[in-house]
């Protein structure tokens, strides 16, 4: 795995701060989908219209 040199401002590689922004935009992900789930009384499959997957036998 490669690591990125602490000192760059830039480039490929495991940054803090790309870290950083990644877990903050997963949470805020996480809630936007369960606030709209507890809106619409739907879950993510039914609002992205998969919800045919959840019903097979």
Not at 6 to 21: I, M, V
Not at 28 to 43: H, K, R
């Amino acid at each position: 795995m490669y690591y990125a040199d602490p000192e760059s401002k830039a480039g490929w590689g495991f940054h803090r701060r790309a870290e950083l922004l990644n877990g903050r935009l997963a949470m805020l992900g996480f809630v936007i989908g369960v606030s709209l789930e507890l809106l619409t009384g739907q879950g993510i499959m039914q609002q992205i219209g998969l919800s045919a997957l959840l019903h097979q036998s």
